[in-house]
C-alpha cells in the first residue's frame, strides 16, 4: 500500500505560479511512475504530467512549457511547478504512483486560476 499527500494548491492570478507536492508513504519502495492528473468541473481527469523512477517525463501537450514535474527519489515526493498558469488550468490536480501492488492516488488539491 502506498499512501499519497498532496499539498501546495490554491488560489492565483492568472500568469502567476504555484508548486505542488505529492508525499509517498508507506511501500514507496515499489513505486515506478509518479505523475499529476487534474479533473475541471464537468470534464474527465486528464493526465498532466508523469515522470519515471529514472527521471524520463511526459507532459500534456496543454502544459509544455509551463509546467515541469521533477521528483526527489530519496523523500518519496515529486512536485509539480507551474508557470503561467491560465484560468483554464482550474481544476482539482491529483497525484498518482504505479507501483508494485497497483495504481495509487491522492485526495486531490485545489488550484485556481482567477482571470
Known amino acids: 500500500q502506498v499512501q499519497l499527500v498532496e499539498s501546495g494548491g490554491g488560489l492565483v492570478q492568472a500568469g502567476g505560479s504555484l508548486r505542488l507536492s505529492c508525499a509517498a508513504s508507506g511501500s514507496t519502495r515499489s513505486i515506478n511512475v509518479m505523475g499529476w492528473s487534474r479533473q475541471a468541473p464537468g470534464k474527465e481527469r486528464e493526465l498532466v504530467a508523469r515522470?519515471?523512477?529514472?527521471?524520463?517525463?511526459t507532459y500534456a501537450d496543454s502544459v509544455k512549457g509551463r509546467f515541469t514535474i521533477s521528483r526527489d527519489n530519496a523523500k518519496n515526493t515529486a512536485y509539480l511547478q507551474m508557470n503561467s498558469l491560465k484560468p483554464e488550468d482550474t481544476a482539482v490536480y491529483y497525484c498518482s504512483v504505479v507501483a508494485r501492488g497497483g495504481d495509487y492516488w491522492g485526495q486531490g488539491t485545489q488550484v485556481t486560476v482567477s482571470s
Open positions: 515522470i519515471s523512477y529514472g527521471g524520463r517525463t
